[in-house]
């Protein structure tokens, strides 16, 4: 059983709880966030995050111990939807617990090279490729030309 | 061993330090800064690995009270709602900065005269023209000459594409017929003087892996070094140490090591910003400046002015394009510069365009405006909102008040034990009717654009970017704490020449006319060299 660890280096509760806040997409092409590998990332930002650390750990605890109220299994035994539900009555009770979490899981997710192509960016850093943009509109330009000081 | 006296010492290495070493150096004594940051590196930039957002918030953040380097003091900010921003290395904020580089216009400098508030500078735009024009040139500026907002000038590079998200915006505006202009932008467009053109990376203000945006570390600080200019990195200035006649005679500071070290010079220039500056001035106590060097008109640390910024963001049904491209640098508009008795409110404000946020940035912008949920609803709401935004920034003119204050923080320090900098600011009501002038009009322009929608942050509090006024300007001594050319009215060898110095704030990012000021007032003293270099 994994839930008698800290909650935050418990990989496979971070996941579950991970892919709740961030699910798999509907149609399957948004990933979830607990099935991308992410979940050290995040654990350790939260670690060395003295103001929001402590909260978000306390909220994950939370859920763990409501988890294992459910099911001795912990949270990784419980269904999706009772997952949710404890997850949700955490976040109630642990204002920070989210904005917390997502802190540190949206820069993590969101530079992930799969969702970035999901999303429809190239999975690759701006650097040194950069990108192509659209120049000025011509018209614009003239009606610039037409007031512009001598 | 003693540090060898120099000619000149200047302490800072930012916007202003940087173009003042490159001139002053033709003088042909020894010039060296000190500088309590190190030299940065292209290739640590965010921007070189996916990573680019978190490390934006991170060690690359603007503020120091989140990035916590080595080379950062702690700065008090709870008692302002505007957190100060900046950054410490050689190049100083411009590592960050977003590079929009408007002028001040001939107006700001006669505030006074023409709006009977705050005061009138002693010199004005056409004092510094030449000057704007150096710094377009050794910045490396692109932009399109003509606005009719601005006394003719020509930029030495043609204007940065405005992108999808830019032509957007215009044809806004030109939809309202309100002034519009693309930005002058310290970036540049094409290869100039060695560096490469821009290839929009996108966040600019994590610094700039290509080396097309204009830190001082790669444009000043190369020619400024080849003419024999010395820059000495890690080394943190506590005091400016005086003679008996109360003139500067060097400075004392922490080496790289943490050693206390003493440096002579024959002139001292401070360029540490409108925080560092009067830190460092009112920790330079003396028996002959007892109330802190250079004030003795009691205005070291007040009248401290930021620009207080009101964001608009539009949200668009079409994708924009937006995270590509220079964030800070598209089009500008002049349509609310200036008084105009009907709004009340005196002075005005100008709008920036900023491009799209990234993948990161929206998200959590979405979760603090409520627009993006976490759960299931996820996914469908941050496809509503990526790469469908573009923002305006309204910029308005802070007036001078001596209430808005840097101060000597009488606990917090930094890794050296030097009292840190504490911010006492209130926004004034004049702000206030400004920032809500320009949220509504920026509305009706981004409405104009074909918002669907619009998600506003009626007063910005990471918006502390700009830093002035606390060691003003004037001819007066009793009113000001240095003269027409920064020289400090009680110490005829200490010059100061950062935003700092400045009389108003304008309505528009400060660091093109900071520059001017800074290469104006070098001329100056190349032109009295005598007078200042002259033995007591
Ligand atoms: C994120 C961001 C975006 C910005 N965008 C724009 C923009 O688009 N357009 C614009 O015009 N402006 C912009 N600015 C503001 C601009 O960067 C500043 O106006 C400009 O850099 C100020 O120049 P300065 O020389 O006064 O100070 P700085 O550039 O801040 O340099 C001061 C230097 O002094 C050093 N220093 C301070 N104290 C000491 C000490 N005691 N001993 C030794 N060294 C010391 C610091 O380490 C620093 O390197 C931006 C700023 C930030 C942070």
């Given amino acids: ?150 | 061993m003693p540090n060898e006296p120099v000619g000149v010492l200047i302490i800072g290495a930012g916007a202003s330090g940087a173009a003042f070493a490159w001139s002053i150096a033709d003088i042909g004594t020894s010039v060296l800064c000190l500088e309590q940051g190190p030299w940065m590196k292209q290739k640590d930039y965010p921007t070189n690995g996916l990573a680019f957002e978190a490390r934006g918030m991170g060690e690359f953040s603007p503020n120091p009270n989140v990035r916590q380097l080595p080379a950062d003091y702690p700065v008090n900010e709870t008692e302002t709602p505007i957190s100060p921003l900046m950054f410490n290395a050689v190049g100083g904020s411009t590592i960050l900065w977003a590079a929009h580089f408007p002028r001040f216009t001939p107006g700001d400098f006669r505030v006074k005269t023409q709006d009977g508030v705050a005061d009138d500078w002693p010199i004005d735009y056409e004092t510094l023209e030449p000057f704007f024009a150096i710094n377009d040139r050794m910045m490396g500026v692109s932009g399109l000459a003509g606005d009719p907002a601005y006394p003719y000038h020509e930029p030495p590079l043609p204007p940065l594409p405005l992108g999808r998200l830019g032509n957007t915006l215009a044809r806004g505006f030109e939809k309202l017929g309100w002034h519009w202009w693309p930005s002058d932008s310290a970036i540049l467009s094409r290869e100039y003087e060695g560096r490469a053109g821009c290839i929009n990376l996108g966040p600019c203000t994590t610094g700039c892996a290509q080396g097309a945006k204009a830190s001082t570390d790669i444009t000043y600080w190369i020619a400024a070094q080849r003419k024999g200019v010395q820059v000495r990195t890690g080394c943190r200035v506590r005091e400016i140490t005086v003679r008996a006649d109360g003139t500067a005679d060097g400075v004392l500071y922490y080496d790289e090591e943490g050693q206390l070290q003493e440096q002579k010079a024959e002139v001292v220039v401070v360029a540490c910003n409108g925080i560092g500056t009067p830190r460092l001035l009112l920790n330079s106590r003396s028996p002959q400046h007892p109330n802190g060097l250079a004030n003795s008109s009691g205005l070291v640390g007040k009248n401290l002015m930021h620009h207080p910024y009101a964001m608009i963001t539009g949200i668009f049904e079409e994708p924009l394009q937006g995270r590509r491209g220079p964030i800070g640098c598209s089009i500008w508009s002049h349509q609310f510069y200036g008084s105009d008795p009907s709004r009340g409110f005196v002075r005005g404000y100008s709008f920036e365009a900023v491009r799209g946020l990234g993948p990161a940035q929206t998200a959590l912008l979405g979760m603090m405006q409520g627009r993006i949920p976490w759960g299931a609803g996820h996914h469908d709401a941050y496809a509503r909102l990526y790469d469908r935004t573009a923002t305006l920034l309204a910029i308005t003119e802070d007036l001078p008040e001596e209430t808005n204050t840097v101060t000597l923080d009488p606990e917090l320090k930094d890794s050296h034990g030097i009292p840190a900098p504490k911010v006492t600011y209130r926004l004034s009501e004049n702000s206030r009717k400004m920032l809500a002038h320009g949220v509504e009009r920026a509305k009706e322009a981004l409405t104009a654009a074909g918002a669907v929608d619009t998600i506003v942050d009626p007063l910005m509090r990471g918006a502390g970017w700009h830093l002035m006024g606390t060691a003003r300007m004037g001819t007066d001594p009793k009113t000001s704490v240095v003269n027409e050319r920064g020289q400090a009215h009680d110490a005829r060898n200490l010059f100061i020449i950062d935003g700092s110095i400045f009389v108003t704030a304008g309505g528009v990012n400060p660091t093109s006319t900071i520059q001017a000021l800074a290469l104006y007032v070098a001329d100056s003293i190349k032109k009295n060299v005598e007078s200042v270099f002259e033995q007591p």
């Fill in chain 1, 1 to 150: 059983m994994s839930d008698s660890r800290t909650p935050v280096s418990d990989e496979a509760f971070l996941d579950a709880v991970l892919d709740v806040v961030i699910p798999p997409g509907g149609d399957g092409r948004m990933p979830g966030a607990g099935t991308l590998g992410i979940e050290s990332i995040v654990a350790a930002a939260v670690a060395v995050d003295a103001m929001l650390g402590p909260l978000v750990r306390a909220g994950l605890s939370a859920v763990q111990e409501a988890a294992v109220a459910r099911d001795p299994n912990g949270f990784t035994a419980l269904t999706p939807a009772a997952r949710l539900e404890v997850v949700e009555a955490a976040a109630e009770s642990h204002p920070f617990l989210m904005l917390g979490l997502v802190r540190y899981l949206y820069p993590a997710y969101y530079a992930h090279p799969r969702v970035l192509a999901a999303i429809g960016e190239p999975p690759r850093a701006p650097f040194p490729e950069g990108y192509e943009i659209e120049p000025t509109d011509p018209l614009l330009l003239e009606g610039l030309q037409r007031r512009r000081r001598a």
